[in-house]
């Protein structure tokens, strides 16, 4: 009987160990009066009630931590100087209902280079984010920001990439972005209701390489609005209403290697449109109304590599079309009246003509 004992107590003391442990790796929460402390991967959070109070670092760690995480804690505002000395360089309080934020509450923060927003209810306001010196990523996806006021990015010195994703923007302004660093390399503005964009609304961003613009309601475009971008690499317009491009719109664009086109509402293009777009691998015109390829289309053009005309209407190319394509590997015809113009597409080395979305 007092083997048994013996045993059964070490058993029980070896489960105790076992939890205990488990539960020092585990986030933890204290009840102190109505003031919730979560003990949070080596940081300790004290919220009450969607108030972020205070975020310390817990002093058993000797080591500096990275990642803060903050996601699903119910929050609606932070309150000012919350963070206390926080070394992390990464910060997600992404799906909370955040809709209350000033300058100050991101102080205590020097060594922040991301911030996730995601998903939450922010406000924009001039110098939001203007103590966060050394933030290179800013996420503000899925806020239901509906513009972008004058001087939201100012002192943001050391940003690389800024999105914007499924908001409710309506318009880009020529101040919109006027504060952005000009060292910022990627900007995406998908899935908004932008029907707007200004002239010159990105000619300070001398270093962007992306822009996405895709999945809003632009129709007319007017021909300076990509004014300054020489470096950009990829531009994304598809899913919108654009009736016509020319080859002023596209003009500074001379660094560009890839431009998406597709599901558009593009009937024709005149010769020399991409006269320009020397440095072009990737053109996609894919699901747009296209009835006639003129000569000329693709003058210039001597690093394309791709062509997408699936699903348009075409019916005629003219005879030398796509002459001086040197690099051209594929060029994707799908979906359209092409019975009357295999013998201008039988030269071409890869001409998929089957009807792939």
């Not at 300070?204 to 950009?232: H, Q, V, W």
């Amino acid at each position: 009987m007092s083997r048994f004992l013996l045993f059964f107590s070490q058993v029980v003391i070896l489960f105790l160990s076992a939890r205990a442990s488990s539960e020092m790796k585990k986030p933890t929460c204290q009840d102190n009066g109505n003031v919730t402390t979560l003990q949070h991967f080596g940081y300790n959070v004290r919220h009450y009630e969607g108030v972020l109070i205070e975020v310390t670092p817990q002093s058993r760690f000797d080591y500096e931590l990275d990642k803060l995480n903050l996601m699903n804690l119910g929050l609606w505002t932070i309150q000012e100087n919350a963070f206390k000395n926080v070394s992390a360089t990464s910060l997600d309080l992404s799906s909370n209902w955040i809709f209350v934020l000033k300058r100050e509450s991101f102080r205590g923060l020097p060594n922040l280079e991301m911030l996730s927003l995601y998903r939450n209810v922010v406000p924009l306001w001039g110098y939001l984010f203007a103590d966060l010196r050394n933030l290179t990523s800013l996420n503000l996806d899925s806020n239901k920001i509906n513009s972008i006021p004058m001087d939201t990015f100012a002192g943001l010195s050391s940003l690389k990439s800024l999105s914007l994703f499924d908001n409710d923007i309506e318009a880009i302004e020529a101040e919109s972005f006027s504060s952005l660093n000009p060292g910022l390399l990627s900007l995406w503005l998908s899935r908004n209701k932008i029907s707007r964009v200004a002239p010159n609304s990105f000619a300070g961003l001398t270093e962007l390489n992306s822009l996405n613009l895709a999945d809003n309601r632009l129709e007319d475009l007017p021909s300076c609005i990509f004014r300054g971008l020489n470096k950009l690499q990829e531009l994304y317009l598809n899913d919108n209403r654009i009736t016509s491009v020319s080859r002023s719109l596209l003009r500074d664009l001379v660094g560009l290697q890839l431009i998406d086109l597709q599901r558009n509402e593009i009937s024709a293009l005149e010769p020399d449109t991409f006269r320009d777009l020397s440095q072009l691998i990737q053109l996609n015109l894919k699901k747009n109304k296209l009835s006639h390829i003129a000569v000329g289309t693709f003058a210039g053009l001597s690093n394309l590599k791709y062509i997408y005309l699936s699903y348009n209407k075409i019916q005629t190319v003219d005879n030398g079309t796509f002459t001086g394509l040197v690099k051209l590997r594929a060029l994707y015809f799908g979906g359209n009246n092409f019975t009357e113009i295999r013998k201008e597409l039988s030269g071409l080395p890869y001409v998929i003509l089957k009807k792939r979305t």
